[in-house]
Antibody, heavy 118, light 109 residues
Framework: EVQLVESGGGLVQSGGSLRLSCAASEFPFSTYPMSWIRQAPGKGLEWVSIISTSGADTYYADSVKGRFTISRDNSKNTLYLQMNSLRAEDTAIYYC???????????WGQGTLVTVSS | EIVMTQSPATLSVSPGERATLSCRASQSVSTKLAWYQQKPGQAPRLLIYDTSTRATGIPARFSGSGSGTEFTLSISSLQSEDFAVYYCQQYNKWPPRLTFGGGTKVEIK
């Protein structure tokens, strides 16, 4: 069964940093572009960032550009999101998701909650 | 940025009835549109991609149509497990600026 398991979420103060990880199993990780998508409490879905299969190409939503960095380690089947200068509006569940390069998002992890206190 | 607008925000439907959800794009996305289902406390799940292709394991009662800026997700004969929030998403923009609609909640009437 395909699994994407996020970790690294938690409570952090405004201005602080967190690093999210997403471990993939039973999934051809190195052949998939990977994305982070977030969902603020009670709100809709917001695409955050995407990385190509090699990691050479990365793109970001304007809301996180310059503060967040996406990366991947194909030897470890792991995706990362380094989040700096966190703001209260970054509070959300962060999902690790396959796809997004001119295609749909699938599969999805279960998400990890990031709470930024002001 | 391509803005995706879903309507209605909430749809009240009786079990066994048909539900029709709409999604409108602020500019053409061709047929580069997907639909997702999200139940409370769960991650979203892909239902349909490329406007009308059902994802693996998705029942035939789910169907999608449209092109350009107007899209529809239809659920024939709603089952209890279909009451959820549904999101549309476009993936036509390059470089990637992937956007979702605000969602339609399908609730029991």
């Amino acid at each position: 069964e395909v699994q994407l398991v996020e970790s690294g979420g938690g409570l952090v103060q405004s201005g602080g940093s967190l690093r999210l990880s997403c471990a993939a199993s039973e999934f051809p990780f190195s052949t998939y572009p990977m994305s982070w998508i977030r969902q603020a409490p009670g709100k809709g879905l917001e695409w955050v960032s995407i990385i190509s299969t090699s990691g050479a190409d990365t793109y970001y939503a304007d809301s996180v550009k310059g503060r967040f960095t996406i990366s991947r380690d194909n030897s470890k089947n792991t995706l990362y999101l380094q989040m700096n200068s966190l703001r209260a509006e970054d509070t959300a569940i962060y999902y690790c998701v396959g796809g997004g390069f001119r295609d749909w998002f699938d599969p999805w992890g279960q998400g990890t909650l990031v709470t930024v206190s002001s | 940025e391509i803005v995706m607008t879903q309507s209605p925000a909430t749809l009240s439907v009786s079990p066994g009835e048909r539900a029709t959800l709409s999604c409108r794009a602020s500019q053409s996305v061709s047929t580069k549109l997907a639909w997702y289902q999200q139940k409370p406390g769960q991650a979203p799940r892909l239902l349909i991609y490329d406007t009308s292709t059902r994802a693996t394991g998705i029942p035939a009662r789910f169907s999608g149509s449209g092109s350009g800026t107007e899209f529809t997700l239809s659920i024939s004969s709603l089952q209890s497990e279909d009451f959820a929030v549904y999101y549309c998403q476009q993936y036509n923009k390059w470089p990637p600026r992937l956007t979702f609609g605000g969602g339609t909640k399908v609730e029991i009437k």
